[in-house]
């Protein structure tokens, strides 16, 4: 039931934009956005939900396609400190489960 | 707390050996995930609590993995037996929102540090 994440890595300039991708098997309620650095704890960017409702971060938005199982994350005008991984998050089949996706490491360099 | 603790930060035990680890949440949160962080990997999730009840347990890797929360705030994951590819950073994350009713709260998960188990 993970989500699988595109691409895997991605290495950026900044000021450049990025577009990770997110797909599940299963019919989603909703998609979270996470951005975990190295050796530290992920943090939460962002949810979308189910009727379109998203709830975001300056700079850094998402879409969700309910049809397709499918959300993308766009990062705009990177920085620096948008380095890390970003994983992508929905619930399982029961309600009961929260899993995070394969990740993708995105790095900016100057 | 002002944020979810987790404790020990870093533990190294000898194969074979029982260790437990420990995760406060946020004041009220209702629900409380582990998950496995093996290194270069995703989270992988363990189990699910809603209050002290143990509601999903469907990712615990075998029986020699336990986790309880008695009393609906701490909650404690129990290694039993260690094995070399138990060796992971464990995850514990709180949430005031209820998974499947996302539309509820924001339904934000909040996340420990982490206890990084090594074992030799």
């Known amino acids: 039931q993970q989500p699988v994440q595109s691409p895997q890595a991605v290495i950026l300039r900044e000021g450049e934009d990025a577009v990770i991708n997110c797909s599940s098997s299963?019919?989603?309620?909703?998609v979270h956005w996470y951005r975990q650095k190295h050796g530290e704890a992920p943090v939460f960017l962002m949810i979308?939900?189910?009727?379109?409702e998203q709830k975001g971060h300056e700079k850094i938005s998402a879409s969700f396609n309910e049809k397709k199982q499918q959300s993308s994350l766009y990062l705009t005008a990177s920085q620096l400190s948008y380095s890390g991984t970003y994983f992508c998050?929905?619930?399982?089949?029961?309600?009961?489960?929260?899993?995070f996706g394969t990740g993708t490491s995105l790095t900016v360099i100057p | 707390g002002a944020g979810v603790s987790q404790s020990p930060r870093y533990k190294v035990a000898k194969r074979g050996q029982d260790v437990a680890l420990r995760c406060d949440p946020i004041?009220?949160?209702?629900?409380l995930f582990w998950y496995q962080q093996a290194l270069g990997q995703g989270p992988e999730f363990l189990t699910y609590?809603?209050?002290?009840?143990?509601?999903?347990k469907s990712g615990l890797p075998s029986d020699r993995f336990f986790a309880e929360r008695p009393e609906g705030s701490v909650s404690t994951l129990k290694i039993q037996r260690t094995q070399q590819e138990d060796s992971a950073v464990y995850l514990c994350?709180?949430?005031?929102?209820?998974?499947?009713?996302?539309?509820?709260?924001?339904?934000?998960?909040?996340f420990g540090e982490g206890s990084r188990l090594t074992v030799l």
């Open positions: 004041s009220g949160h209702v629900s």
């Open positions: 994350a709180s949430s005031s929102s209820l998974p499947g009713l996302a539309l509820r709260g924001t339904g934000e998960l909040f």
């Open positions: 299963k019919a989603l309620y909703s």
């Open positions: 609590f809603q209050n002290e009840a143990q509601l999903d």
């Open positions: 998050g929905t619930e399982g089949n029961t309600g009961n489960q929260f899993y």
């Open positions: 979308l939900l189910k009727g379109g």
